[in-house]
């Protein structure tokens, strides 16, 4: 796939938002006041409740409202599974320039863009914030008779199709991509993989304790605690160093000499045509949301890192992301998609 450049109008609009940001006067046609809500907030949240990106948008929503960031106004969360998230993309779309409507920034929807399994461009929309640096772990069934992960690309490598690896929401998303990756390093034919995709992390962890599936690929929130109740066996992180707390036993793939790391980010997204005050509102607001100790600790207690990177950075990460993806899956081949 071959992304499409940005018009022209696009890039205008994001310099401008950008020298605002910089702290550069600049006076705007829409918005010469600022901007703050005056009705309830809709969270669009393109996947089913249950998994990591659930957890953090809802985490979001919780600090928005607890901290009082939102002038009174109640943040409403909306699931809308289906499509790669395309369905809730579109509701973004439906509501552009107006900033009473967040949706959920991930790697993820980067990863379907360019695979071809999100039929959207995420450069229509405009990331505002980066809050959580999530680790990918691969993971089986405690009962499981694998017991490392030099044992199952041992497996795969003998047969690829041997295991049901499960991944949410879709094949060719990160969490696909995440294990990918390193098993072809590793010498494993991952075009004939036996991926099983699900709705959510949940629905596809639940599976992996009933015993429906052998291999589970999933981030923190939602494997780490089967782990740590003695359901589940964290096999490899696909973080470049080891995790702390629950995670600090966890081998990474490049421990094991394939260097192969993967890395989602989780943040917010506008909608298409909001201003620079608007993003400038929501940048603040979400800025104090990654500094207060109750979303530090929700995100930590999952295993993985909060951070907080603005609007600059993450329409940066953005066209980064998207250009080491295309490499990526071209690498990849067949086993991607």
């Given at each position: ?51 990591s ?34 369905l ?64 199952l ?43 099983v ?21 999933a ?61 400038r ?12 100790q ?24 953005l ?19």
């Amino acid at each position: 796939m071959n992304p499409r450049h940005i018009s022209r109008r696009q890039c205008l609009q994001w310099v401008a938002a950008g020298t605002a940001m910089a702290g550069i006067p600049m006076r705007s046609n829409a918005q010469t006041k600022g901007f703050a809500p005056t009705s309830a907030i809709s969270y669009h949240i393109g996947v089913a409740a249950g998994g990591s990106v659930d957890l953090y948008a809802r985490g979001i929503k919780q600090a928005l409202e607890s901290l009082n960031l939102v002038n009174g106004q109640p943040v409403v969360p909306q699931n809308k599974p289906g499509a790669a998230g395309l369905l809730a993309l579109q509701a973004m779309q439906k509501a552009r320039g107006d900033a009473h409507h967040l949706g959920t920034f991930h790697t993820g929807s980067i990863a379907g863009q360019v695979t071809g399994v999100l039929k959207a461009d995420m450069r229509d929309y405009v990331p505002v914030s980066m809050m959580v640096e999530e680790t990918t772990l691969v993971a089986v069934g405690a009962e499981s008779n694998i017991r490392s992960i030099e044992e199952l690309v041992a497996r795969l490598k003998a047969d690829p199709t041997a295991l049901k690896i499960a991944v949410a929401p879709l094949r060719g998303l990160n969490l696909h991509l995440a294990i990918a990756k390193p098993l072809k390093m590793a010498g494993v034919d991952v075009s004939k993989l036996t991926v099983v995709p699900f709705r959510s992390s949940g629905e596809s962890v639940t599976a992996l304790l009933g015993g429906h599936i052998d291999v589970v690929v999933a981030t923190g929130p939602t494997i780490t605690p089967q782990a740590q109740a003695g359901k589940a066996r964290l096999l490899v992180s696909c973080a470049a160093a080891r995790g702390t707390g629950p995670l600090a036993d966890v081998p990474t793939w490049r421990e094991k000499g394939i260097a192969a790391d993967y890395v989602s980010y989780n943040g917010v997204l506008l909608p298409p045509g909001v201003d620079a005050e608007q993003i400038r509102f929501w940048e603040g607001a979400l800025m104090k949301v990654a500094a207060s100790q109750p979303w530090r600790e929700l995100v930590e207690k999952s295993g993985n890192r909060p951070i907080f990177k603005g609007y600059v950075d993450s329409h940066r990460y953005l066209q980064r992301e998207l250009q080491e993806t295309q490499e990526l899956v071209a690498s990849l081949g067949a086993g991607a998609r």
